[in-house]
């Protein structure tokens, strides 16, 4: 409040300052609306917007007043503009534009428990490029990233606006789907077989890789979000050792197994 009222001080001054120092107004008004800017961008707003309601018509200070209330609205846009361009690059991932991990575990915990509140299901699907080490290894890590680029594309491309998609490490992707596994199952496969027909340019013609699926619904075994996403790793787990480039669903009565150290 401190950058407000020495704008309002100054404001003052430069009403009293009009008629002996016109050549001062100028100064002292932008200052004001610079403090105002520092102090809030709807109340400076008003201050300079105020001083210019209130200065006598037809006069160089409410013309001043008037520059000084839209400087102060476009500093507040630009800030506020500044602000959400940074919250929302922590939200995204750069390389697939999926959302990162820090938002998606904020989010399986606010479904997770929503479910078990008002009595809904959520599904969760989480993703696995097979043998992406090779794959890099293999044709280097710019194709890998044009490949996981368009594996986020592909993703967005077919879950629906109500899912939720991000990667969370690598390779590793997930989608959070609210509805029964039933509904997930569908989607998971859908998204199988789109990513296994993907090709990215690599030296000497092109590539692509398989994905493995592993999907889990919350049900009565579900006491936290840590549940669900054992669940559904145990089933990714499962697809990883049963072949790969297929989906596997937890099953509906399903207990927290011990850790198990999976394989790329």
């Known amino acids: 409040m401190v950058p407000l ?57 409410r013309v001043a007043f008037a520059v000084g209330a839209v400087v102060v609205f476009e500093r507040a846009t630009r800030a506020r503009e500044e602000a959400a361009r940074i919250t929302q690059a922590s939200m995204i991932d750069a390389l697939t534009g999926l959302y990162t991990y820090a938002y998606f575990e904020e989010a399986l915990e606010l479904e997770v428990r929503r479910a078990r509140r008002y009595g809904g299901t959520v599904s969760l699907l989480l993703l696995d490029l097979d043998r992406f080490k090779a794959f890099n290894d293999r044709h ?4 890998g990233n044009d490949l996981l680029a368009s594996v986020g594309r592909e993703l967005l491309r077919h879950c629906r606006d109500s899912d939720l998609v991000a990667r969370f490490g690598g390779e590793e992707l997930a989608v959070l789907v609210p509805g029964p596994a039933q509904d997930a199952l569908v989607l ?34 579900t006491r936290s979000p840590d549940d669900l996403f054992a669940a559904a790793d145990a089933a990714l787990y499962a697809a990883k050792h049963g072949g790969r480039n297929r989906v596997v669903s937890a099953p509906s009565t399903w207990d927290p197994p011990a850790p198990v150290k999976r394989t790329a």
């Open 5 to 61: 009222a020495l704008a309002g001080a100054l404001l003052v001054a430069a009403q009293v300052a009009a008629d002996r120092y016109p050549d001062a107004v100028p100064v002292l008004v932008a200052a004001a609306c610079g403090l105002a800017a520092a102090g809030g961008g709807i109340p400076g707003l008003v201050l300079a917007a105020f001083g210019a309601g209130t200065a006598p018509l037809d006069t160089p200070l």
């Open 188 to 221: 998971a496969d859908r998204v199988r077989t789109a990513i296994s027909a993907l090709r990215v340019d690599v030296r000497g013609g092109s590539a692509g890789t398989t994905v493995s699926v592993g999907v889990a619904e919350t049900g009565p075994g």
């Open 140 to 143: 280097g890590h710019a194709a």
